[in-house]
């Protein structure tokens, strides 16, 4: 049986959600990293509700983190296996707050960092039915060998993709954002990137906003100009 997860949420500024946006966090945090963010993209996304969950594991490595998946090693083998162990849960999350809102997956969008990019590119591109938009900072592709095999099951359109790396990023490597998008194009799955010049493992301001016009323009929310200025 799959773990239960549960995290921080912050709920529309229209306060009925249209749109269902959830963060996935990295290796050794919680959800309480990410949720921060939704209020920054808040203002032009009004009638998102959000939601971060903490991954289900306690992690080893930090004491009070949290992981999706162990990281022993820079094995592959124990990244897809990793994914795979924790997709359950985190889909069963998933569903449940669809339903909790009344939505389905054409009004959901996942954002990852680092460990949770990877979660939500393996889990998304899998769903029964595609999401509306994947952003992943700082992460990369598991199982790029699966990736095709997975995609053309689903006989769907993919959901839309943007990736975002630091071009100093000592964590994964900067190379990983160039080989994640080869996999995701080999698949047939359009992917956009944005490289952030002199960031390490992290995500900058250029960043942060360019992630948030994506999922707006994802969600097809129009984003009053006045408000654009101010991002």
Wanted: charge should be negative; hydrophobic fraction near 40%.
């Amino acid at each position: 049986m799959a773990a239960q997860i549960d995290g921080p949420r912050l709920a529309a500024k229209s306060r009925t959600a249209k749109q269902l946006v959830v963060f996935l966090h990295g290796y050794g945090a919680d959800g309480n990293d990410l949720i921060e963010l939704a209020r920054q993209w808040q203002p032009f996304m009004p009638d998102a509700a959000f939601a971060s969950p903490h991954a289900p594991d306690p992690c080893v490595q930090a004491p009070g983190g949290r992981q999706w998946f162990p990281l022993t090693m820079r094995d592959p083998q124990e990244r897809w296996a990793g994914v795979n162990k924790a997709a359950p849960g985190l889909q069963a999350f998933l569903d449940a707050e669809l339903e909790r809102h009344k939505l389905d997956d054409s009004k959901l969008a996942l954002v990852g960092f680092s460990q949770g990019t990877m979660m939500a590119l393996h889990v998304g591109l899998r769903r029964a039915r595609s999401p509306a938009a994947i952003l992943g900072y700082s992460g990369e592709v598991v199982g790029p060998e699966h990736l095709q095999e997975a995609v053309a099951a689903k006989g769907m359109k993919p959901p839309s993709i943007l990736l975002v790396h630091g071009s100093e990023d000592d964590v994964i490597s900067p190379e990983a954002l160039f080989l994640s998008a080869e996999a995701l194009s080999g698949a047939n799955v359009p992917c956009q990137w944005h490289f952030s010049s002199g960031l390490g493992h992290g995500i900058d301001g250029p960043g942060l906003k360019h992630g948030g016009l994506f999922l707006a323009s994802s969600f097809k929310i129009e984003i009053d100009p006045a408000i654009r200025g101010r991002i």
